[in-house]
């Protein structure tokens, strides 16, 4: 009998998550995710490094996680900076490793409308609106909101809350009234999260892929790390990171003041899971 070597039986996944979580992270993850599944790669390692981003975008690339988990151990690594959207990511890993001055937490939801009323007042702009019912224009950004308005979208936010609470509270075998306890907007370090039960490890990426290494029984000094990534545009692969930072971009996970600028403006009225400095 002829038996073809599978070398990805031998080797671990990586994948990275930086900046800010959006439709373009979920699409190229969710593909990096499959093609784990289709390869049987025995071990992920997923490395975090950002401040979170948008609900559904998290909630989906967390749901692709748990359904990995059958077949794959998922080690997750938490970087610089694993905050908000980037923990509920990281509840989709089995086990979590963070350095023990990451900067994560940040559990809770935020919703950002802009009022410019008086901005449009000063150089005689208005809006006239026709609107099917009282709550079409919702967060319009010419005008204040009204009460009713700002009890819709609390509930909204307060939903989206108990479901972050519920998922950390679920992955990390936590009651939530403990998650509740420390899920209020702030951030800690990885020493912190250690002590609260949010991870279950301190150490580099590298002591990371060791574990999943040896989670699924393979040498951690031979076992190779294939990292997973969209192909970029030659340009792009020509000019590094380094060289396109922009000075003004002080938003933690994001590569330019233009890219947080965007992603500002994209995601105006969205709720989010989002590490704001």
């Keep these: 009998m002829i038996r073809f070597f599978k070398p990805f039986r031998k080797q671990i996944a990586r994948i990275e998550i930086n900046g800010a979580i959006a439709s373009a992270t979920r699409k190229r993850v969710l593909e990096a995710l499959k093609t784990v599944e289709e390869r049987k790669y025995p071990a992920l390692l997923l490395r975090i490094d950002s401040p979170g981003g948008t609900v559904g975008d998290s909630q ?5 996680l748990k359904r990995l988990q059958n077949k794959t151990k998922i080690v997750a690594s938490f970087g610089n900076i694993s905050a908000s959207g980037g923990v509920y990511i990281g509840m989709g890993a089995q086990h979590i490793v963070a350095n023990p001055g990451t900067i994560t937490g940040s559990i809770g939801v935020i919703l950002r409308g802009n009022n410019l009323e008086r901005l449009l007042e000063k150089v005689g702009v208005s809006f006239k609106v026709i609107k099917s019912g009282p709550y079409k224009d919702i967060l319009a950004f010419d005008r204040e909101l009204t009460d009713s308005e700002k009890g819709i979208l609390q509930e909204l936010i307060d939903v989206s809350y108990q479901q972050f609470v519920q998922t950390v509270a679920d992955a990390r ?5 403990t998650v509740r306890s420390f899920a209020d ?3 800690f370090t990885g ?3 250690l002590e609260l039960g949010v991870v279950d490890r301190l150490g580099t990426e590298e ?6 290494a040896e989670l699924v029984g393979l040498d951690p000094e031979k076992t190779r790390c294939f990292t997973l990534e969209e192909r970029k545009p030659l340009l792009n692969r020509l000019v590094s990171n380094e060289d396109r930072l ?3 971009a002080a938003v933690p996970g994001f ?6 600028f965007a992603f500002e403006l994209s995601t105006s009225g969205l709720p989010l899971w989002l590490y704001r400095p």
């Design 207 to 212: 002591d990371a892929r060791r574990w999943a």
């Design 60 to 64: 989906e690339i967390y749901t692709a």
């Design 185 to 187: 907007g702030r951030i």
């Design 246 to 248: 922009h000075p003004l």
């Design 173 to 177: 075998s936590l009651a939530v009234e």
């Design 255 to 260: 590569t330019t003041a233009v890219d947080w």
């Design 191 to 193: 020493q912190q999260a």
